[in-house]
């Protein structure tokens, strides 16, 4: 999951060559609205420790990938600059706390691996930083930058899947067995 938070996350640095492809900004202007994102990076994060007291970060998780999610479609396929610009500003606040929400869940789930989890991250980060733009310069240079950076929409439904699955199996984990509570 860390890998594909990476992913998700920094992809949208391709977002000011989309911006000017899909609603014909000039570069400039393209760059400036991508400081919508990045400033709702920082106050997500902000938020997120806030709200992290507050609630579960499994809960908090999912609600950001869905609502990050659905904002990564909404700014992929809108042609309206006030439609994209909430859609980047909803994106940074959630996607900029998936990096940290994957930390938190795996720590609440295994404290006595934090040395392996954070090496761990380290390693699914370089190699997400890798991988992405060869993925999507591949991809683009096959249809185009709109196509590869919509590929991207699909990341948060599998982040999805794999949470609940660890959720699941904790789940499980936690429940007496029959014949335990047979005895």
């Not at 600059?81 to 706390?97: E, Y």
């Not at 380290?122 to 991988?131: R, Y």
Request: with cysteine; proline share 5%; aromatic share 8%.
């Amino acid at each position: 999951m860390v890998c594909l938070s990476m992913r998700s996350d920094r992809e949208v640095n391709w977002g000011p060559q989309v911006l000017q492809d899909k609603l014909h900004l000039a570069t400039a202007s393209a760059v400036q609205l991508m400081g919508f994102y990045f400033g709702a990076t920082i106050a997500g994060r902000i938020i997120n420790t806030w709200l992290l007291r507050r609630l579960e970060c499994e809960q908090l998780f999912l609600a950001y990938i869905a609502l990050g999610g659905a904002a990564m479609v909404m700014f992929l396929v809108s042609s309206s600059l006030p439609v994209a610009a909430v859609a980047l500003i909803v994106s940074g606040a959630c996607l900029g706390c998936f990096y940290p929400l994957n930390l938190a869940t795996a720590m609440k789930y295994a404290p006595d691996d934090i040395s392996l989890i954070t090496s761990g991250a380290a390693k699914c980060s370089g190699l997400s930083l890798l991988l992405m733009p060869l993925t999507l310069g591949y991809v683009s240079d096959r249809y185009d930058l709109s196509t590869a950076i919509f590929l991207l929409g699909g990341i948060p439904p599998i982040m999805a899947g794999f949470l609940l699955g660890v959720l699941r199996d904790r789940r499980r984990a936690a429940e007496p067995s029959p014949a335990t509570s047979a005895s």
